[in-house]
């Protein structure tokens, strides 16, 4: 395919190449070159491509341009009738493609809007009864504004099914089948994928009519742009190592994966502890507080952005220079899709990953899928130098408890140190009473002078 045509070449509308041309689109990327004339000429794609290659642009441009004979300046919701969809696994994602469309369609009269869970419903639904041509969502939460009627899906002309590998992941399969049997049959159907495992073969039979295929990159590859690293570290230095990292000079802005949304939210305090400019970002947390998370990473206002894999798929961060997998994943296509987030668009980035003891059966996983073995190094950790003290302490010196107490948990009874005295002597282990011929010790009083 030929690198130097221009986005004109590929017989795009002039409002929507002016849209491109101010937001500095250039050059198509490959799987743009490829996928738009395909796209344009109606028929239904099977697209793959390693992330951060603009597969967003690869269906959303031609979609734009055979949606422009329809676009309309009228109020009317009729005349709004939604007729494409894209159908997005995750929140995030969402967002960023309903964006990009707005960005293209800036020039047209074409409306997009985006839908999604985490939210009120009932804010969502007065913009859908406005009328829009594209919508955007996410399976769960198109089912509950088709269940509330907001929504009609009866002049879909174009479906989108993007990241479809995750969908299936996270299992969509079923919401997925439902949406589509509300279609019309007669549709164009697009699948984009960073991944082609044999069940989205397996989905593409089912759902796609005689499909193109292409495939700009080796199927699981990595970015040849990424510089991948791996530190052999137990599980329970990693902090102090990821600490080091974070001080190097070229971690301005690091994006931190981890399996869980525990470690998530500990890891992020720890770093602030420590005083780095850190938040988390994971299935716990409002819509709310997750967009704001992201947006302050994005602008530079925190420097380190702690991860859940709901984060792995479709963040678009501008020249991220460093992912770092504090914890690997135990899917090896999820690591291809983390550090995907580094290396976009040409750049250059790095690839870090800690490596447990325990992990190291995932890391051979995940060489076998990328055919590449990352280059290994065992972490230097600095142990906390030990004070010697003077002299020996016993516990009661060193903890500062009673001697009672440091007898009792020591297992060794004060009682057991009196002499021996003869049977009769004593009948019980409080004192013995004095004798009733010694004399009474005095007892001190305060005398108190009455005035006269």
Known sequence: MNTTISFADLSLAPEILKALGESGYITPTPVQAQAIPIVLANNDLMAGAQTGTGKTAAFALPMLQKLLPHASSSTSPARHPVR???????????????????????????????????????????????????????????????????????????????????????????????????????????????????????????????????????????????????????????????????????????????????????????????GVAADAIHGDKTQLERIQALDAFKQGRVAVLIATDVAARGLDIDQLPMVINYEIPSAAEDYVHRIGRTGRAGASGKAISLVSPEEEKYLKEIEKLIKHEIEKEHAVVAQPAVKASARPRNEYHERKVSPAVAAKKSGHDPWFDRPYEPSGSVTSINPPAQPANKPKTGVAALLVRRPS
């Open 84 to 274: 494409a969809l894209i159908l997005v696994p995750t929140r995030e994602l969402a967002i960023q493609v309903e964006e990009s469309v707005r960005t293209y369609a800036l020039y047209t009269k074409l409306r997009s809007l985006v839908v999604f869970g985490g939210v009120d419903i009932r804010t969502q639904t007065p913009h859908l009864k406005t009328g829009v041509e594209i919508l955007v969502a996410t399976p769960g939460r198109l089912l509950d504004h088709i269940e509330q009627k907001s929504v009609l899906l009866n002049q879909v002309q174009m479906l989108v099914l993007d990241e479809a590998d995750r969908m299936l992941d996270m299992g969509f399969m079923p919401a997925l089948k439902r949406i589509l049997a509300l279609l019309p049959k007669q549709r164009q159907t697009l699948m984009f994928s960073a991944t082609f495992s044999n069940e989205i073969k397996k989905l593409s039979e089912e759902f796609l009519t005689s499909p193109a295929l292409i495939e700009v990159a080796r199927s699981n590859a990595t970015a040849e742009n990424v510089t991948q690293k791996v530190y052999l570290v137990e599980q329970a230095d990693k902090h102090v190592v990821l600490a080091g990292l974070l001080r190097g000079s070229d971690a301005t802005q690091a994006l931190v994966f981890t399996k869980t949304k525990l470690t998530a939210s500990r890891l992020a305090k720890q770093l602030q502890r420590d």
